[in-house]
């Protein structure tokens, strides 16, 4: 039997800090943004679907501009991560304007998946390999979930700060995710600053989380009562914001769910400011240059 995946692409970002829908904004030699790699290599990997969690306000020009080439080689569902998207019963909260954050956006996604399926962000390059491993490690005997772990200083932007999960191991199975803001470069090093505002350093070999995860369906019944207790602690809040990682380490403290970590030497790139496009771009001809690529990915 073929096992079915799914990619689930969170798409609703709204690019502040690069002043625009960076999901949007080309990088490859043939027009190609960031997203078509990733669908590209999750297709050669085995993966069947496609989910979108999108805006309403983007999705005429998603759907036109992006989903559309898409939709004659996989599987495509659209769906729509706004503030009322609530449990029954729950109003939005007055002067939230703030998006639910990335555990909610998968959440809103329960209703069109049902099979093993994996999360990426729409906007961050990872690398065939990191998709092949998730396929190999989404089959039906495994029921565990799994976390790409990437090298931190793979993944820091030469233009500015970054907020990462640095990940707690035990063997291969992961214990915590931490996150850290406020995380640069220092040679091939890194630094962040503490609560007291002096730097603490990072030596760049840490593993971190870009939020690629591999999951199982059940995953929605944890979303689910996890969302709700955090609507109860913190609907009041318009900054809170219900985040993947908080759930799966919820999970793993109580001994719910165990989660593998897949490393990868990929070197993860993305476009967090404006400033790193130029690089990506390069990144993405030197990828083609080596034949890892064609020159035009859906001709």
């Known amino acids: 039997m073929t096992t079915k995946r799914t990619l689930l692409i969170l798409a609703a970002g709204m690019g502040s800090r690069y002043g625009g829908l960076k999901q949007l ?87 069109v998946i ?26 039906p005997a495994n029921f565990n979930y799994a976390m790409v772990g990437f090298v931190l200083r793979h993944t820091l932007s030469e233009f500015g700060s970054v907020a990462r999960g640095v990940c707690q191991l035990a063997d291969s199975r992961l ?25 603490h350093p990072l ?20 979303l689910r009562r996890q969302f709700a207790e955090f609507l109860q602690g913190n609907g009041a809040n318009t900054a809170a914001e219900f985040y993947i990682p908080t759930v799966v380490n919820d999970l793993i403290r109580r001994g ?18 404006r400033e790193d496009r130029p690089l990506v771009v390069e990144s993405i001809n030197r990828l083609v240059r080596r034949g890892e690529y064609p020159e035009r990915l859906w001709t």
Request: charged share 25%.
């Open 25 to 111: 904004d080309p990088v490859g030699p043939g027009g190609e943004f960031i997203i078509d790699y990733s669908v590209h290599d999750a297709r050669h990997a085995g993966f069947d679907k496609l989910v979108f969690v999108i805006r309403r306000d983007i999705e005429a020009v998603f759907r036109e501009t992006i989903g559309r080439r898409f939709e004659q080689h996989m599987a495509v569902e659209y769906v729509m991560q706004e503030l009322d998207c609530l449990p029954p019963g729950v109003p939005v909260p007055p002067n939230r304007r703030k998006p639910w954050g990335t555990g909610h956006a998968i959440l809103v996604a329960a209703d």
């Open 114 to 139: 049902q099979e093993p399926f994996v999360v990426i962000n729409a906007d961050d390059f990872y690398g065939a390999a990191s998709f092949q491993l998730l396929a190999a490690h989404l089959n």
């Open 175 to 199: 214990i915590n995710v931490r996150e850290i803001v406020g995380i640069e470069k220092a040679g091939q090093a890194a630094r962040y600053k503490n609560g007291t505002g002096e730097f």
């Open 203 to 222: 030596t760049g070999d840490e593993i971190v989380s870009m939020n690629m995860w591999g999951f199982h369906p059940d995953i929605f019944d944890h």
């Open 256 to 273: 719910e769910k165990c989660v593998e970590v897949l490393p990868t030497r990929s070197t993860w790139f993305g476009v967090t400011y």
